[in-house]
């Protein structure tokens, strides 16, 4: 579809970022990934050490004729917690930093607007905002992960409880089943 654009978000560990942009009306792909670090072609194991630069993300692949970047960037900084440097939750390293990945200047001058937006609300963000470079895909085992394993323990009490957020918060945003 010619009218498609991707952006890549960081918001803590991937397969809570993906369970929720997977159940977003308007998003067509959801893949976790690698995005701005240096090593090539990183390695989970690599990325989890700290010291790769690479941040987990997820690039969204979505029609801005059905939903609005500003509408993803509001259900991206409703769903993690943007404040927080280097973490979320009890997910802890530079790997899950808070970041907006553009893939045009015109996201960028969005993505600005909309956090200009939470600062002057008082939110203290820690985000960063940065063109897309390096990014490599995660490995097929962390695709779709939260879909596959509902019942592992993280997926239960951390995951699943962020989708249900989107869904009550966003609930016009949300996917048909």
């Known amino acids: 579809m010619a009218s498609e654009e991707t952006i890549v978000l960081g918001g803590g560990c991937f397969w809570c970022t993906e369970a929720v942009f997977d159940r977003v009306r308007g998003v067509t792909d959801v893949e976790s990934g690698y995005a701005n670090g240096d090593t090539p072609r990183p390695s989970y194991e690599q990325v989890c050490t700290g ?16 939903i609005t970047l500003r509408e993803i960037l509001e259900i991206f900084f409703v769903v993690h917690d ?12 530079t790997q899950y930093r808070s970041g907006i990945y553009t893939t045009d200047p015109s996201q960028a001058a969005v993505a600005e607007e ?5 600062r002057r609300e008082g939110t203290a963000l820690v985000t960063e905002l940065e063109p897309l470079r390096n990014y490599y895909p995660a490995e097929d085992y962390h695709q779709d992960y939260f879909l596959h394993h509902p019942e592992q323990g993280y997926c ?3 995951v699943g409880p962020k989708v249900e957020k989107f869904r009550k918060t966003f609930a016009r945003l949300v996917k048909p089943d």
């Open 51 to 66: 010291r790769t630069g690479y941040v987990e993300v997820v690039k969204l692949i979505f029609d801005p004729e059905v």
């Open 82 to 93: 943007p404040t927080t440097l280097n973490r979320q939750g009890n997910d802890v390293g």
């Open 114 to 118: 909309v956090m200009a937006q939470l």
């Open 156 to 158: 239960a009490f951390v």
